[in-house]
């Protein structure tokens, strides 16, 4: 079965500085991908996504993802991060058994130092 | 700007009792989901209905029933609540089908615990 992994449960960064939060999946075609970031108490906010072509994937609030078939992965960069960027975020992948069948890792909780 | 409605946002049970979260979405958008997010679990699909009429179950299906009402509405009934279903549930819709560009929009939660 196809699956999605994080697996940097909690990362800290200080503010200002660079971050990448990584995702791998298992997947037997080309995977439809997904970043969302959830803040404290509220819902899941799409981020980016990928479906094809261009494997570098630019996002709201700053946020670029790459796509790397050889090493199944598709994780997010922010070259400076912001305190605001504080919060949950989860790498989902379309499942291929049914394409409304979304997948989702177990999350990354970002810290921001000030 | 609606967008995905779950209700209630909090919800107190006692183990045994059973209740129905509602969602209702006024997207048009054909496919609806059920999760539920467990600290270090992240968000595990419960059920989901890829199209009005049409329901199939997720990663963690036991203990939970849905029922897709009409194209807008998606609820999810716990029958007989037990410690281990107190959880954060959300509500989520999608354009859905074989389509690219299947995002994901979410309904602010709804907090339910178990005693």
């Known amino acids: 079965a196809q699956s999605v992994t994080q697996p940097d449960i909690h990362i800290t960064v200080s503010e200002g500085a660079s971050l990448e939060l990584r995702c791998n999946y298992s997947y037997g075609a080309t995977p439809y991908l997904f970043w969302y970031v959830q803040s404290p108490g509220q819902g899941l906010q799409l981020l980016l996504k990928?479906?094809?072509?261009?494997?570098l994937v630019q996002g709201i609030k700053g946020f670029e993802a790459e796509f790397k078939r050889s090493q199944s992965s598709f994780n997010l960069r922010k070259p400076s991060v912001h305190w605001s960027d504080a919060a949950e975020y989860f790498c989902a992948v379309v499942s291929y058994s049914s394409a409304s069948k979304i997948i989702f890792g177990s999350g990354t909780r970002l810290s921001i130092r000030p | 700007n609606a967008g995905v409605t779950q209700t209630p946002k909090f919800q107190v049970l006692k183990t045994g009792q059973s209740m129905t979260l509602q969602c209702a979405q006024d997207m048009n958008h054909n496919s609806m989901y059920w999760y539920r997010q467990d600290p270090g679990m992240g968000l595990r699909l419960i059920y989901y209905s890829a199209s009005e009429g049409t329901t199939d179950k997720g990663e963690v299906p036991n203990g939970y029933n849905v029922s897709r009402l009409n194209k807008r509405e998606f609820s999810l009934r716990l029958e007989s609540a037990a410690p281990s279903q107190t959880s954060v549930y959300f509500c989520a819709s999608s354009v859905g089908g074989e389509v690219s560009g299947n995002t994901i929009y979410f309904g602010e939660g709804s907090w339910l615990t178990v005693v």
């Open positions: 990928y479906f094809s072509g261009d494997t």
